[in-house]
């Protein structure tokens, strides 16, 4: 089974590969402006869904074409994808925030945030296609409390000119430099840095995958090992 990752997050990318799988990457490209722009009302709950579903349908589309979804071992069967989208906000204070974007945003954000908390919102959407057609969906979102530090201006300065926290949801990252400005977190730290595992393998089981299948060939050869020695 083909497993794709529809963001160019190198921090989910990184989750992922720890954790045993190895997926492509595609980037989904979706204009993630007009669908906030069009979904006023939402929560902050349905708007990190709404964004993490679209991604993932985005790039679900592309591999619609039965042509191309061919099982490498058996060229003869038709391959199933699953693909998973993700987006995260961070709420403050009765509002949510993603990337600054400018220095002097991310400095705002931390003037903010420091020495309080938040909560990091990361939508999770599952796609599952098979014989060229989307046979299966799933979407929910995980809320992790983050504790922030209070770091002192120069700490601030020497933060922002890394250019790390422009980029990234909540102007924060903890996994990163960032990680030294986060006193802890109450909730699942893998959300946090941008994808819960938890999560995802609850939603591939909704649509009847199971993650193990998707570990990489030399984790799946060690667990058929062991199995055919309690066997």
Partial sequence: MRFVLASASPARLAVLRAAGIDPEVRVSGVDEDAITEGLPDASPDELVTALARAKAEAVAATFTDPATLTDPVDPGAAAATVVVGCDSMLAINGRTVGKPGTADTARSRW???SGGTG???TGHAVVLVRHGEVVGEAADTRTTTVRFAAPDAAELDAYVATGEPLAVAGAFTLDGVGGWFVE??????SSVI???????RRLLAGVGVA???????????AD????????
Wanted: aromatic content about 2%; proline content about 8%.
């Fill in 194 to 200: 941008g994808i819960s595992l938890p999560l995802t």
């Fill in 111 to 113: 003037a903010e945030m």
């Fill in 224 to 231: 058929d090992t062991r199995t055919g020695d309690r066997a």
């Fill in 119 to 121: 909560a990091l919102l």
């Fill in 184 to 189: 802890g977190v109450d909730g699942d730290p």
């Fill in 211 to 221: 993650v193990h299948e998707l570990w990489r060939p030399a984790l799946r050869a």
